[in-house]
Every structure is written in structure tokens, then in C-alpha cells.
């Protein structure tokens, strides 16, 4: 059987540096940070009082006020982003066979904000009988914003979530992916989506020690590969690819922004949150998207990282990546966007892989920003181009984007110019 080949055709986007694709790339490659203090609950008795919010969000531009009350705000940020990539993608829906429109989302955490609210009135209503909203577990569930955008659309594909963590959205590019070239659908929306800056969600984090606790500093607090780092920032946000088989867009006269070329699936199989410190794991995981892809690692001129300033990973991260590319690796550009936009946990794959599609189609590699001279690791090798603070621009033939989870769930894609 001749697997068929795979375009992006649309982009969406909602970050912590911008509402919409158009300013979030902007942000990006003039390396704006997107980290401020906490806004969305009163976090000043936690260790970590700032995060990377979405700012100036409305809702009701994708719903109404009552559908609003009924979704979790990942899923009111899923949505936004599907209405944005679907206008970008310049298509018909009135033409399509919507039986072979699917959507693949990937979501780590889901509803924890609605979970929050629920179990928090109960702890605060401990008399009478349990009332619980109707709505409180399919606003909870993490499957649930793959649902609610095909109701919203009529899309009767394939439709499900995967769940690994921050991997979470990059396997469900890469499950969009497989199911297109082996012919299961036209199109296939792979969304990621995460909103947990809340009470549990940052004390949680805070108890595990993994963010880091900058205060006085947040917009400087994402510093990967400087010996500094101390944790990552917490983000929130999603972010929507628009997959579509390459006979099927060019019918229809599609923009094309870039070729899928393959993806890579690990387990590092050593530690319930810390990545293998030889970086075993991200090393095959890489190795399984370049045979995938059907290219040599000197055919890779760009990896986003997952790169999220932890002590730990931004080191084995390194490692792998010198294991698989070996002198190549020398001649890359590398940078880590969390530096910018924090880390989007489970929605880190998708707004991660629209970047790299930009920078495959713009010619531009945003930076690492916040390294500071004199601020090196002993454990990194800085002859590695790590493009600290300031964009550079250099044709860019194939981009590859890492996504790290905990349990050790490694994936990553690969993207490249279509021709």
C-alpha cells in the first residue's frame, strides 16, 4: 500500500504572547516573554506567584454566553483556535464530506479548573446531600473539547484525545498524521489544549518542586540551558493544526504551509517525572521520526526542544541530541520557545509544532531568550548553536519538535518545506 502524503493547510493559535497566529509569531521571533504575576486566583501564599496566562481572552467571540458556562476554559481555548485555523485554511465546509473531517486533541491535564470549583464547594457544603453541577463531569473530562468541536462543526471522523502528559498534543499530530496517509480521512484537526493555572494546578506543581520561583523576575524566570535555570513556567493556552491529505488540498486549491514527514513515539521507562539522564528515551524518539520520515539527521536544520529550564532535562535533552546528530548537531540551530510562552503542558505540542511549521515556512529560527553571558552550565555544550536571544534567519528545509511527559512519554514530529 502507497502511504499517502500529509500537508498542513491552516494554523491556530492562543498563547501567552498572542490571541492569534499573526501575533504570536510576531512575539516569538522578538523573543517577548508572555510571563507575568498570577492573575487568575490569589497565588501569593504559594512559593511561585507568576505563570504565562492567556491574556485578554473573550469567550463569547467563539460562543455564547450559555454554551460559555458549559465548557471548561480549555475547551472555550480549543475552540478558539479551531475557528482560527479553519478560516486560515480558506475552507468550504459546505464542500467538504464531513465524514472525512476527524479531530484529534491532545489534552494532559483537562477540567482541573471545573474539578477545582466542584470538589471545592463540597469541601465548603459538607451538609445535606451532594449537589453537584450537571454539567461538572463532561466539562471535566479531557476528551471532552474533541466532542464539543465536532458537534460544533458537524465533523464525523475519526474523534477522540490522547493523553501522555506534555507529549499529549504532539501524539495526536502524530496519530492525525498515520491516520491520513493510511487513507482514513481527508482531514484531520489535531488540537492541543490546556488550562490549569489554578489553585491545584500551581500548588502541585509547586509541591514537586518542578517550577521555578523567580517572583521577583517572572518575565526573565524561563531561562533554558543557562546554569541559573530553576524550573519551568507554567502556561496555559492551545493551539490547532489543520492536517490534510496532499491530493485533497491541492483539488481544492489549498495554501500549503509545509509537508508532515513523519513522527517518532519512546518511553524512557526510568522515572515517574524526571527525563533518563543520558537522555536515552529522547534519543529514540528522534531516531524514530528520522526513519520514519525517510531522512538523514543532516537533513534536520532546526529542533524546538522541549527545553523547559528544569536542571535535569535541558541536559539529557542535550545529550540525545548530540548522540543522534553527532557532528551535524554542531550545524543546527536549536532554541527553546518555553523560554517565551512557558510551558503549555499538554498543548506544548501543538503550539510548539506551529512554530516550527512557521519557521520551515518563513525561514526564521526564533530565539532561547534570558541567557546571559557568564551563565553557563558546565554540563552544556555551548558550541551548540542554541540561538540565545535574538532570532536568526537561515533556510530551514526541515524542522523536528521534541514533547517530554511525565511518565516518560517521548514524542516528537517532523516537518518540511513542500515541494
Not at 134 to 163: C, E, L, R, V, W
Not at 186 to 207: H, K, P, T
Request: aromatic share 8%; glycine share 10%.
Amino acid at each position: 500500500m502507497e502511504l499517502k502524503r500529509v500537508v498542513v493547510t491552516g494554523i491556530g493559535a492562543l498563547t501567552p504572547v498572542g490571541n492569534n497566529v499573526p501575533e504570536m509569531w510576531e512575539n516569538i521571533k522578538n523573543g517577548v516573554s508572555g510571563a507575568a504575576p498570577i492573575t487568575k486566583f490569589d497565588a501569593s501564599a504559594f512559593k511561585t506567584t507568576f505563570a504565562c496566562e492567556v491574556k485578554n481572552f473573550d469567550p463569547l467571540t467563539v460562543m455564547d454566553r450559555k454554551e460559555a458556562r458549559k465548557v471548561d476554559p480549555y475547551v472555550q481555548y480549543s475552540l478558539a483556535v479551531v475557528k482560527e485555523a479553519l478560516t486560515d485554511s480558506g475552507m468550504n465546509l459546505d464542500d467538504e464530506d464531513k465524514n472525512r473531517i476527524g479531530v484529534i486533541t491532545g489534552v494532559g491535564i483537562g477540567g482541573i479548573h471545573t474539578f477545582e470549583g466542584e470538589v471545592g464547594y463540597r469541601a465548603r457544603n459538607p451538609e445535606g446531600a451532594p449537589r453537584y453541577n450537571p454539567f461538572f463531569i463532561p466539562k471535566m473530562i479531557s476528551d471532552i473539547a474533541a466532542g464539543q468541536i465536532s458537534i460544533a462543526y458537524g465533523f464525523h471522523g475519526p474523534n477522540y484525545n490522547t493523553t501522555s502528559a506534555c507529549a499529549s498534543s504532539t501524539n495526536a499530530i502524530v496519530d492525525a498524521f498515520n491516520l491520513l496517509r493510511l487513507g482514513k480521512a481527508n482531514i484531520i484537526l489535531a488540537v492541543g489544549a490546556e488550562a490549569a493555572i489554578c489553585d491545584a494546578g500551581v500548588g502541585g506543581f509547586n509541591s514537586m518542586h518542578a517550577l521555578s520561583t523567580r517572583n521577583d523576575d517572572p518575565a526573565r524566570a524561563s531561562r533554558p540551558f543557562s546554569a541559573s535555570r530553576d524550573g519551568f513556567v507554567m502556561a496555559e493556552g492551545a493551539g490547532c493544526l489543520i492536517l490534510e491529505e496532499l491530493e485533497h488540498a491541492k483539488a481544492r486549491g489549498a495554501k500549503i504551509y509545509c509537508e508532515v514527514a513523519g513522527g517518532g513515539l519512546s518511553a524512557d521507562a526510568h522515572h515517574l517525572t524526571a527525563s533518563h539522564p543520558e537522555g536515552l528515551g529522547a534519543r529514540l524518539v528522534m531516531q524514530n521520526a528520522l526513519e520514519d520520515a525517510e531522512l538523514k539527521p543532516e537533513d534536520i536544520d532546526y529542533i524546538n526542544v522541549h527545553g523547559t529550564s528544569t536542571p535535569v532535562g535541558d541536559i539529557s535533552e542535550v545529550k540525545a541530541i548530540q548522540q543522534v546528530f553527532g557532528e551535524h548537531a554542531y550545524k543546527l540551530n536549536i532554541s527553546s520557545t518555553k523560554s517565551m510562552t512557558g510551558h503549555l503542558l499538554g498543548a506544548a505540542g501543538a503550539v510548539e509544532a506551529i512554530i516550527s511549521v512557521l519557521s520551515v515556512y518563513n525561514d526564521i529560527v526564533p530565539p532561547t531568550i534570558n541567557h546571559e553571558e557568564g551563565d553557563e552550565d558546565e554540563q552544556i555544550d555551548y558550541r551548540l548553536n542554541f540561538t540565545f536571544n535574538k532570532a536568526q534567519q537561515r533556510t530551514v528545509r526541515a524542522a523536528l519538535s521534541n514533547t517530554f511527559g511525565f511518565g516518560g512519554h517521548n514524542a516528537c514530529c517532523i516537518v518540511k518545506k513542500y515541494v
